[in-house]
């Protein structure tokens, strides 16, 4: 196994010395392309049939991950500001907003971003950040599951979906990858992904029971499959409490 690199100095020479890109040609099939002219239907029918009540508070605060191995980080950052969560500190200035790098508390940022995130400890973020998670592992769960969750999740604007899925299963570039779910097409049985990584990738539609394969397959970094969680706001007292910054 080749040594990591033992500063960031030599990972920024050595991602020098790839050659660059701008973005990548979104494999379609299976994905329909969500500014196109079918995948504007399908949002367009979507809204119609009530399945999209959570996307435009996704979209509303929505961003792009800030490095290449932070998708788990901006996924939870969209998710938490979309629900009105208050992170209850500042990010900047007076104001008080999720960002990727407040994202700390169960991992510190730079093994993150050398290593990238797990499934569980996105799951960690979500709860210590004053969120109610619910996690389905491939292994609890199946695609009748998924779909169900996913349908009601859709049908309401206070939960959010979250995919964690290997890129490969889609014919895309990649290995493991974190992105919100912006809505569902029953029709059509299809998810749309707004996918974190907008360098590389346009929000897309997937078919469900592929997203499913996606999401069955073994996250090498634990051992464990991989799957969905449920992001909800915490109407609880949260487990970490932080005190507001006036």
């Known amino acids: 196994m080749a040594s990591k690199p033992s500063s960031r ?54 961003q792009t991950q800030s490095e290449p ?6 996924t939870l950052a969209v998710v938490l500001n979309a629900l009105r969560i208050d992170p209850g500190r500042r990010w900047k200035g007076p104001w008080r ?7 700390d508390c169960c991992e510190h940022l730079d093994t993150v971003r050398a290593e990238g995130i797990t499934f569980g400890k996105v799951a960690c973020l979500a709860h210590c ?26 049908s309401s604007q206070d939960c959010h979906l979250v995919a ?4 490969k299963l889609l014919g895309q ?3 493991g990858h974190f992105s919100p779910i912006g809505g569902y097409h029953a029709g059509q ?14 929000p897309h539609w997937i078919p469900l029971p592929l997203l499913w394969e996606a999401m069955n397959t073994i996250d090498e970094a634990t051992g464990l499959l991989r799957g969905f969680m449920l992001i909800s706001r915490n109407t609880e007292a949260p487990l970490l409490i932080r005190a507001v910054v006036n």
């Open 9 to 62: 100095a030599e990972s920024n020479q050595a991602a020098a010395a790839v050659p660059s890109l701008y973005g990548r040609a979104l494999p379609s099939p299976p994905a329909v392309e969500f500014a196109s002219a079918e995948g504007r239907r399908l949002f367009a029918e979507a809204l119609q049939g009530g399945t999209m009540q959570g996307f435009f508070s996704l979209v509303s605060v929505f």
């Open 69 to 74: 191995a932070f998708c788990g980080l901006a």
């Open 97 to 103: 907003w999720f960002d990727e790098s407040m994202l």
């Open 129 to 154: 950040s004053g969120a109610d998670v619910r996690t389905f592992r491939a292994a609890q769960a199946t695609l009748a599951d998924l779909r169900r969750h996913l349908l009601r999740c859709a």
């Open 164 to 167: 964690s899925y290997h890129r």
């Open 173 to 175: 570039t990649g290995t």
């Open 189 to 202: 049985d299809m998810a749309l992904i707004l996918d974190v990584a907008r360098f590389k990738y346009p």
